[in-house]
T-cell receptor, first 117, second 112 residues
Framework: GAVVSQHPSWVICKSGTSVKIECRSLDFQATTMFWYRQFPKQSLMLMATSNEGSKATYEQGVEKDKFLINHASLTLSTLTVTSAHPEDSSFYIC?????????????FGPGTRLTVL | AQSVTQPDIHITVSEGASLELRCNYSYGATPYLFWYVQSPGQGLQLLLKYFSGDTLVQGIKGFEAEFKRSQSSFNLRKPSVHWSDAAEYFCAVGDDTDKLIFGTGTRLQVFP
């Protein structure tokens, strides 16, 4: 099946620093990728849609200047958490849709756990 | 507003017992419905999906789900649970934009 990877798997950083998370589709191209955030024991909340070659589309309430998204190629999207604070600590998950002929199927990365001290 | 409700936060079953995980949705049109499973250290894995047609959908690992429009439900079932099925299960609703709205999840615990 299709594989989506994320790097790093976990990261610990100091408050005020920036952290970059990579999402790669390993065996297919994705013009669109999605970034989700998951708090402990809670659901996944869609943060933004990453669009290859154009600006990301952010969901209501998500600060675009804080969560910078770059879709550099058809297999790579990056999420940069700028000036991270403890409240940004969370589990970040990306997904990429793959056309299976009739409909798209979303493939999810394993997630990145961010802890901000 | 679109939403997904999973009423059961935590379910415990014995290995070999049957399982039903509940999912209710609120959506303006005919939704695309999904069940995903999340295991520690692994990405969400698609168990099954419903777009149209037969309302009883078969998925991987012996799971099935039935779309009931009148009840706005898409419950997940398995006739005999295995210990390896212990995980977090998410119901989700989507459309042709590929965006997904997830329920809060149900944690399944399996006792031997």
């Amino acid at each position: 099946g299709a594989v989506v990877s994320q790097h790093p798997s976990w990261v610990i950083c100091k408050s005020g620093t920036s952290v970059k998370i990579e999402c790669r589709s390993l065996d297919f191209q994705a013009t669109t990728m999605f970034w989700y955030r998951q708090f402990p024991k809670q659901s996944l909340m869609l943060m933004a849609t990453s669009n290859e070659g154009s600006k990301a589309t952010y969901e209501q309430g998500v600060e675009k200047d804080k969560f910078l998204i770059n879709h550099a190629s058809l297999t790579l999207s990056t999420l940069t958490v700028t000036s991270a604070h403890p409240e940004d600590s969370s589990f970040y998950i990306c997904s990429a849709p793959r056309d299976n002929g009739i409909t798209d199927t979303q493939y999810f990365g394993p997630g990145t756990r961010l802890t901000v001290l | 507003a679109q939403s997904v409700t999973q009423p059961d936060i935590h379910i415990t079953v014995s290995e070999g017992a049957s399982l039903e995980l509940r999912c209710n949705y609120s959506y303006g049109a005919t939704p695309y419905l999904f069940w995903y499973v999340q295991s520690p250290g692994q990405g969400l894995q698609l168990l099954l999906k419903y777009f149209s047609g037969d309302t009883l959908v078969q998925g991987i690992k012996g799971f099935e789900a039935e779309f009931k429009r009148s009840q706005s439900s898409f419950n997940l079932r398995k006739p005999s649970v295995h210990w390896s099925d212990a995980a977090e299960y998410f119901c989700a609703v989507g459309d042709d934009t590929d965006k997904l709205i997830f329920g809060t999840g149900t944690r399944l615990q399996v006792f031997p």
